[in-house]
C-alpha cells in the first residue's frame, strides 16, 4: 500500500483574464523508503503539487480535480483543522531557504522540544532528549552545545540540518522536500542529500524530492516523474528514465544538461514545445569592427585585493576587515575565455567587479589593453575601457530596470558614448534586437513582459551595444531553467567564436565551465589555488581543493550519453 | 505630436484595461473613497459656480443675515442659507467651498515642497551614504525629535517675523505652505533613502555604472522611477495629513487670517458659539474637514495594499 497517492491531481488558479491550470491530472505515488524525484523547469507546477499535499496551496489556488490520499484515507477534501492535525503529525516539509524556515528569536532547543511536545504528547525531558538525539542523528558536532544556539550561528548547510531535524520531530512518514539545496554550495549539498537518503531507508519515510535539477535526481532518488507545463509526461525508475527516455520532452531535457565528463561543441538545443528562437550570430559578425589583437595580455590582473568592512567605526583602529580578494594575479589573453569557479564567498564575483570597475581595488592594478584602468586618473583611458567592457548578470530579473522600455535599455550605452543618434540609434537597437532573436517589436514593451531567458537576451543585446572587446559573465545562466541555459550559453559561446569575444567567465558549475572556459583558476577564500588549462584542470588536477570540488559534481551515472533527439 | 494624439485613446483603453484600474473597480472603499475625493476636490475648483455668495467679498456681506439657522429664513432679510450663516451673515455653504479651496491648496502645495525636498535628498542620502547619508539623516532625527505641528508653527513665527507687517495677511498662505512643507519632508526622506539603497545595489543599476553613466543621471532616470510608488502613497496620506495640520494652525490662530477662511479658520470661529447654540457655524465647516480627510487617507491606504506587492 502506497504512503501516499496522488490521483489525476489538478489545482486551478482563478485570475482575472483566465482560469490558470497549474497542475493537470498529476498521478504520483510514494512507498515508504522511496525517494521519489519531481522535476521539471520552472512553472511546471512541481512545487505546487508539494503545495497541494500539505494543504499550503496560496489563494486563489484550490483543488478542482482528483484526489490525493495518506495511506487509505482521502486527505484532499480536509477541512483546515483535520489538515493541521496530518500535516504536522504524519507529512513534513523541508524548504529551500533554510535561513527562513527557523525562527531567530528561539534556540534551537525550543524550536526542536516545543514541536516534539505538540506533536507527539511527551513530557519536557523526554522531549529534550529526543531533541538532542535528532541532532546527532543529523550529523551536527557537538549537539549538546549546539542545542542552545540561534539559527544565525549556524552556517546555511548545518542550519539546513536544523530545518531536517524539525521536519523528523513529528516522526512523520512522509517529508516533502521542496528544493532542499538549492541554495547550498556544492559541497554541502551533496552531504545534505546523503542525509535524505539515509534518513528515509532508515525510517522508512516516503520523500518527494521537488528539484529543478538534473544531477541530484540522478544521485539521489529511487523513481522519477517528469512535469512539463502543469501535466506529468513521463514517470518510472530513475534510471529508466534518465537512462531510456521515452517522452520527447524527457530526452531534450536531458540532452541539455551541461555533462562533467566530457566536452561537447555546442550544447543540443530543446526545442520542445516550439520555444526555440534563433540568434544571428552571422549578422552580428557582419557589422563588427576588424580589430588588431594586442599583444600578450588583454586584461591583466596584477596582484589586486579587495577588502570589505567587517565592522564599521569612526576611528580607523576600531574598524575590522576581511579580504575577499586576496592578493590575485592573472592574465587574459585576446579570444580567450577565462573561467573563474569557487565555492560562494571564495571571491569570484569580487574580483569581476573589481576588474570591471564597480569596485575599487584596494591595492593592486588591472590593466587594459596595455593601459592602466584601476585609477580614474586618465579620464581618456577609462571612457575606452568603459565601451569596450561590458558584463552579463546573474539575475535576469534584476539586471533591467523594470521602468525603462526594452529599447531605452537597448539604447542607453549607444547614446551614452555617443556612437548613433536619434533615427541611426533607434535603427541600430531594432537590428540588435532583431538579432539576439527577440524581434523588433520587443522594443517597445517593458522587461516584465518576457521570460527569464528572454531578458537575458535583452542584456546580450545591451552588452554588444557597444560594440565591446571583452565581456564579463557573472553566473549568467545559474537562474535559468536548463534548456534556457543551452540556449545562452550556446550564444556566448558563437559570440566568442564568431566576432574574436574575449570572456570572463564567473560560475560555481563546474560541468558548465568545462563547456565553456579555455583556462580555469579556481579560488578559495579570496586567493586562487590553481590555474590550468580546463581539459588539463578536469583530468588532472594538482591541488587537493581543486580535486575535492570536482568529486562532488553530480556523476550522472544513470544519464544516457546519447540521446536521440527528435527533429521539429 | 499628431502621432501622440494617435496613441491617446489606446493608451486610455490600456489603463481602463490594466489590473491596476481592475483591482480599483473591485474594492467598495476604493470606489467611495475616491468619489468622496473626486466630489470634494471639484466643489472646491467649481467654488465660484456653486457659491450663492463671494465670502470673502466684504460687500456681498449682509450683517442683518448674522447667525441665520439653516434652512429657515432670515428674521431680517427673510433669506435663506443651506447650512445657515455665521456671526457676520456670511453664508457657511459658500465659506466652506471657498475656504476648502485653501485648504486643497495649502495642503497640494506643502505636500509637493515636502516631496520635493525629501525625495531628492533621500535619493542623495541612500545613493551616495557615508557622511552625506549621516549628516542628512541627523538632521531629519533631530527634526522628528519634536511633534512636526510644533516645527510648522516655530517655522510659521520665524518666517511672519522676516515678512513686512503690511503684506502679512498675503502672504499667510505662502508662509503656511512653507511651514508645512519643511515640517514633513522628512517621512519622504526616510522612505525614499531606504529604497534607494535596496535598488542601487540591483543589477540594473551596476550594469548602468558599467557603461560609464555619472552619479546624477543613474539617480534621476534609473532609481527615481524606481522608487515613486510608495512616494505616491506617502504623498496620498501626507495630503491628508497636511490638510489637518493647516486646520490645526489656523484654529490655533496662526494660519489662515479671517479674511480669507480656511476650514480650521472657520472651526476655529464657530467653536466660540458652539455653546450658545449656533452649532451649525461649527458643525458644517467641522463635517467637511472630516470627510474630506477620511477619504483622502483611504484612497491613500488602499493605494498602499494595492501596490504593495507582498500583499498581492
Redesign the interface.
Known sequence: MALLNIRDLTVEFPT?RKVFKAVNAACLTVEPGEIHGLVGESGAGKSTIGAAVMGLLERPGHITGGTIAYREDEISGLDDEAMRKLRGRKISMIFQDPLTSLNPLFTIRQQLTETIIANLKVGKVDADARALALLQRVDIPDPETRLDQYPHQFSGGMRQRVVIALALCSEPEVIIADEPTTALDVAVQAQILELIRDLAVERQVGVILITHDMGVIADTTDRVTVMYDGSVVESGPTAQVLGQPEHDYTKSLIAAVPRPNRKVHRFPQVSYGGRMTSFAIEEIAKGWPVREAPEGALVSVAGVTKRFAEKGGLLPWQRRHFKAVDDVSFDIVPGEVFGVVGESGSGKSTIA?VI???YRADGGNIYFDGRLVSEPSDKEA??AF??D???I???PY???????RVDDIVA??IK??GLLSGHAAKLRVGELLEQVGLGADAAAKYPHEFSGGQRQRI?IA?ALA?QPKFLICDEPTSALDVSIQAQILNILKDLQEHLGLTMLFISHDLPVVRQMCDRVAVMKQGRIVELQETEALFSDAKENYTRELLSLMPRMSDVSDEVQLPDY | MIEAIKHAPGRIKRALDSDFFWKFRRSPVAVISFAATFLLVMSALFAPLLATMNPFDPASLNLMNGFTPPVTPSAFTGETFLMGADDQGRDVFSTILYGMRISLFVGFAAVTLGLLIGVTLGLISGYFGGWTDTIIMRIADVQLTFPSILVAMLIFGVAKGFTPPEYRDQLAIWVLILSIGLSDWVQFARVVRGATMVEKNKEYVQAARLIGRGAMPIIFRHILPNVLSPVLVIATISLALAIIAEATLSFLGVGAPPTQPSLGTLIRIGQGYLFSGEWWILFFPSVTLLALALSVNLLGDWLRDALNPKLR
Open positions: 482575472r567587479r570591471s570597475g564597480l577609462i571612457r568603459r565601451q567592457i561590458q558584463m548578470f546573474q539575475d534584476s539586471s533591467l530596470n523594470p521602468r525603462m542607453e550605452p551614452h558614448h542584456s545591451r557597444t
